[in-house]
């Protein structure tokens, strides 16, 4: 199994707050993924990184801002929180790009904001 | 932007029988993959493919990656038990990122 860690699994929040979760790797693969996962919505890119401090937009990309001060960390912020925004997020990494590179997900965390 | 259609949305089988499924897309693609989750767990890969007609195998699973590279479809031969969870297509064209279906939940009746 790809060594991918996402803290927190579970959090409650409320509307305004802000929340950042984090994803950690033990791979050293260069490219890094967040998606959020809806019931009839399938897997949506939120951002990417594809190195130190190099980030970029997905599909929905509003509302969350992402952060890679190391190969191995990549933060997605919420920095208000809204009821939209509650859904399962799951982080992803890539050794070999985006044109080629099959992608290994975490287990997920749970995002409630009330 | 590009968009994947992935059916049927769900199915309800009996042990023992054959599954299939499908995802089609708007553009031509250069990769498909399929993947599996289960409950509380994140997507897990089950088949790559890189080359329109490709077919491959893994275990009692097959993929085929479509000739018209707008297609792909997964196979499962004699479904047990431990199948039931959501398979995801997921494609690409060029260098963009993956772009996933809406998935197949798949259940199965013993």
């Known amino acids: 199994d790809a060594g991918i860690t996402q803290s927190p699994r579970h959090k409650v929040t409320e509307t305004g707050t802000p929340v950042t979760l984090r994803c950690h790797q033990t791979?050293?693969?260069?490219?890094m993924y967040w998606y959020r996962q809806d019931p009839g919505h399938g897997l949506r890119l939120i951002h990417y990184?594809?190195?130190?401090?190099?980030?970029d937009k997905g599909e929905v990309s509003d509302g969350y801002s992402v952060s890679r001060s190391k190969t191995e960390d990549f933060l997605l912020t919420l920095e208000s929180a809204t009821s939209s925004q509650t859904s399962v997020y799951f982080c992803?990494?890539?050794?070999?790009?985006?044109?080629?590179?099959?992608?290994?997900f975490g287990e997920g965390s749970r995002l409630t904001v009330l | 932007g590009q968009q994947l259609n992935q059916s049927p949305q769900s199915m309800f089988i009996q042990e023992g029988e054959d599954v299939s499924m499908n995802c089609t897309s708007s553009?031509?693609?250069?990769?498909w993959l399929w993947y599996k989750q289960e409950p509380g767990e994140g997507p897990v890969l089950l088949i790559a493919?890189?080359?329109?007609?490709e077919l491959t195998s893994n275990g009692r699973l097959t993929a085929q990656f479509g000739i018209t590279r707008k297609d792909s479809f997964l196979n499962i031969s004699a479904s047990i038990p431990s199948d039931v969870g959501i398979y995801f297509c997921?494609?690409?064209?060029?260098?963009?990122?993956?772009?996933f279906g809406k998935g197949t939940r798949l259940s199965v009746i013993a």
């Open positions: 553009s031509i693609f250069n990769t």
């Open positions: 997921a494609g690409r064209s060029g260098n963009t990122p993956l772009v």
């Open positions: 990184s594809y190195g130190v401090k190099d980030t």
């Open positions: 493919l890189y080359k329109a007609g």
């Open positions: 791979e050293n693969h260069r490219y």
């Open positions: 992803a990494i890539s050794d070999r790009g985006q044109g080629t590179g099959e992608l290994f």
